[in-house]
């Protein structure tokens, strides 16, 4: 037992924190306020080998572990959640599917450029009736000759308006249910793949997210993802990684607000003393503390047994679950501290409690978490 | 980074978990029912080791280190939290004296503590007026030749009638302007004259512990058992205050992890509605709550061992891992019993004894406000 990070892990954090506090925190307030895109924030991601961290390096990775990963996406989105969300479907949803069930040639094709962060991959599985539920997808792939012809629709599609390609779920057999279900590769230039406008959303305003439509969408065959059939399976597989990815953005999250209360705490000042002198706000400190380490602790739990090669979901979606929530307590209790202030957009408190909501939420509800974790407390 | 246990470690829980088992969890319902001290146990917890994991082996301790100890306080605790708490307060013990101890001292008491053969260790500190704020405290020791006289009242002190090796705090100097200045700690063997062990407490929980307000009056301890020297009794209460709290925090979990394992058990039994109270999706999800936070403070506890192990300071993970630990077990209890309905409520299942042995455990060895005080002087000192 060791609690200790190892010196890469230690590097990436260091470099990863720099870089957010120079580069993402100084601007992340504009970008939200403007639905702004982070252009210049993706570029050096990429510079950074920060897009597809844990693919191998032969495959234009960083070749890095799943701790190293969720310490960087925790620092990412320390500066700005939006960012990190970007950061986490490209690594998560996107490079790991590919890595793990795609041939050489689909990894030459679909994972390199991505990896190396020239272009930008998105993750297709929600469909307007089909969120949690997701084996009640509509959308339907047809083997045609050796293409497949798509057609449906997907929604919420984070980076779905800049992605180069898309890891796509379709029914390849309506009849067999969640087995029926097959992913493809899909360049988003395709024939009959049409995105919509941004949504508008409530919070991480930056992440761009919107519909796809797929009518008669054409996609070779040699672009399907595993066997037909086998989608339920990458999309589980998938998920139970990208969870770690969204309970360190909830983390970094998290940890701005927390930040931001301790400064401000430390500066106004109430009844002839600075706030942090008062019980009340300490002890909310201390809570938030509390939570947030122990919220990392489930975090690198899940990600030491990703690396591991160990069946992981039951501690994915308790790091996913307990991170989320704690989130949006220690993000509430943060704008509380700032009092009016902090209701107001001069500071990025209220921008915090936005983007926190939806980590409850996207990659799998909180309530798809318990279902999880009791599918695995109870398993005779 | 990495949460493989090593093979002591792993050694030591598979030992406390098989003793657990097989020789506490059948007499935890007595301990409780009829106040039994759970005497006959500790002669045999001593046997194994476990009243001395994190001693050193020459001292007669089992030298596995405070991670092995946090893993077998979560084991003993899954079946009788009473046993635990004498359990805890006896490792306490050896390890303060085996740290601050001199040579003789330590090679006088530690071995006893850590073999059983003083059946069990108190920790006198709290005083009837005086709990958190422990600086406070009344009880005066006056040197006399070679002797320090002992006068004074000590409450809430665990194991107090049947513990062979005391530590007792007491103060060798006026508060004047700094109360935490002037309290000294002193080793007391057996039951000297002078002291008198007064009427146990009826507790709500914890009732095979047993729990004694001490009477000194005129109580005569050599001066070669001034434990560090005079004016050292507040730093070495942190001290030990600081292990301690893994050792409660071990302890919440372990409740709490019986609890989880009594709900999902009783979860497949019970039917209602013609269905498995365990297909509901309500009980489903309460059971998934409790794993997470029980899983969210084993890694807190687990980590302050972990830090105390490896020498680094572990103040602010101590107070983390037993508010956090005790809070959750609370909950935890709850659920369980409600879990279990009626049944929750009756002593014929476990759960209605795992919610009253919890509720100690946000008050005791640091209300969960001292922690709270705790970490936030921690965190508002690191961030300047």
């Known amino acids: 037992m060791n609690f200790e990070l190892n010196d890469v892990q230690r590097e990436i954090q260091r ?128 083997r045609k000759g050796d293409e497949y012809v798509i057609n449906g629709s997907k929604n919420w599609i984070t980076v779905g308006p800049k992605a180069d390609a898309i890891v796509l779920f379709a029914m390849t057999d309506k009849a067999a249910g969640h087995k029926g279900i097959t992913a493809f590769l899909v360049p988003t230039d395709s024939p009959g793949f049409d995105r919509q406008p941004p949504d508008k959303k409530m919070g991480i305003c930056a992440a761009w997210s919107c519909t796809i439509y797929l009518e008669d969408c054409r996609v070779p065959a040699k672009n399907r993802l595993g066997k037909e059939g086998d989608g339920f399976k990458v999309a589980m597989s998938t ?47 201390a809570d938030m503390a509390t939570e947030i380490d122990a919220a990392r602790l489930l975090v690198l739990r899940a990600a030491l047994l990703k690396d591991q090669g160990v069946r992981h979901s039951m501690e994915s979606s308790m790091a996913k679950l307990y991170a989320s929530e704690m989130a949006g307590r220690v993000c509430h209790h943060a704008l509380q501290i700032h009092g009016g202030m902090g209701y107001s957009k001069e500071m990025d408190v209220e921008r915090h409690v936005r983007d926190a909501r939806i980590t409850e939420i996207y990659e799998g509800t909180s309530e798809i978490q318990r279902i999880v974790i009791s599918a695995n407390l109870l398993k005779e | 980074m990495d949460l493989e246990l090593n093979e002591t470690q792993k050694l030591v829980r598979e030992t406390a978990r098989s003793f657990a088992r097989e020789k506490v969890a059948p007499r935890a319902k007595l301990h409780d029912r009829e106040e039994r001290f759970p005497a006959e146990i500790y002669r045999q917890m001593g046997e194994l080791g476990l009243l001395g994991v994190n001693v050193p082996p020459q001292l007669g301790g089992a030298g596995a280190g405070a991670v092995s100890y946090a893993l077998a306080m979560m084991e003993i605790s899954t079946a009788c939290a009473s046993t635990a708490v004498g359990m805890a307060v006896t490792n306490m013990c050896a390890e303060l004296i085996a740290e601050a101890g001199t040579e003789a001292q330590r090679k006088k008491y530690v071995p006893r503590l850590a073999s059983g053969e003083a059946l069990v260790g108190a920790f006198a500190l709290s ?5 958190s704020d422990a600086a406070a405290l009344r009880t005066r020791a006056r040197r006399v030749g070679d002797r320090y006289v002992l006068d004074g009242s000590k409450q809430w002190v665990s194991s107090g009638a049947f513990a062979g090796v005391m530590v007792v705090w007491a103060r060798t100097a006026p508060a004047g302007d700094s109360p935490r ?4 700690c002193f080793i007391v063997e057996g039951n000297p004259p002078g002291l008198t062990v007064g009427k146990p407490e009826d507790k709500m929980g914890l009732r095979g512990s047993n ?13 070669e058992n001034l434990l560090g020297k005079e004016g050292d009794g507040f730093r070495l209460a942190l001290l030990a205050l600081q292990g301690g709290r893994i050792g409660i925090a071990s302890q919440a979990c372990g409740v709490a992890r019986a609890a989880l394992e009594a709900s999902v058990a009783y979860s497949k039994q019970r039917t209602a509605f013609g269905q498995r109270l365990a297909d509901f999706q309500a009980l489903r999800f309460c059971m998934a709550n409790i794993a997470t936070e029980l899983g969210a403070a084993e890694l807190l506890t687990l980590r302050a061992a ?79």
């Open chain 2, 127 to 131: 005083e009837p007026h005086c709990g």
């Open chain 2, 211 to 223: 729990t004694v307000p001490l009477t000194f009056e005129g109580c005569e301890v050599p001066a």
């Open chain 2, 181 to 184: 200045r002037g309290i000294s």
């Open chain 1, 239 to 285: 998920l139970d990684g990208g969870r770690i990815g969204i309970a360190s953005q909830a983390l970094g999250i998290a940890r701005a607000a927390y930040e931001e209360a301790v400064a401000y705490s430390s500066v106004r000042k109430t009844f002839g003393k600075p706030i942090r002198e008062h019980q009340a706000i300490q002890f909310m400190l």
């Open chain 2, 306 to 384: 972990w830090l105390k192990e490896a020498g680094q300071r572990f103040v602010r993970e101590a107070s983390m891992a037993k508010l956090f630990a005790s809070e959750m077990a609370q909950r935890a209890c709850d659920k369980a019993v409600q879990i279990h309905g009626g049944y929750g409520y009756i002593d014929e299942f476990p759960v209605e004894r795992y919610l009253r042995d919890a509720r100690v455990q946000t008050i005791y060895e640091g209300t969960s406000e001292i922690q709270r005080m705790v970490i936030a002087r921690e965190i508002l000192k690191a961030a300047g």
């Open chain 1, 15 to 142: 470099v990863c924190r720099d870089f957010a506090a120079r580069e993402l925190t100084p601007n992340a307030r504009r970008w939200d306020d403007r639905h702004e895109w982070p252009t210049e924030a993706v570029k050096k991601l990429a510079e950074l080998s920060l897009l597809g961290m844990c693919a191998p390096e032969k495959y234009g990775g960083a070749g890095l572990d799943n701790v190293c990963y969720a310490l960087a996406m925790e620092e990412i989105s320390r500066g700005c959640a939006s960012t990190g969300v970007i950061m986490s479907v490209n690594n998560s949803l996107y490079c790991d599917p590919v890595l793990k069930f795609g041939s050489e040639e689909q990894k030459r094709d679909f994972l390199t450029p991505f990896a190396k962060g020239e272009k930008l991959g998105c993750f297709g599985l929600t469909e307007p009736e089909a969120g949690s539920d997701a084996a009640a997808q509509r959308t339907t792939a047809v």
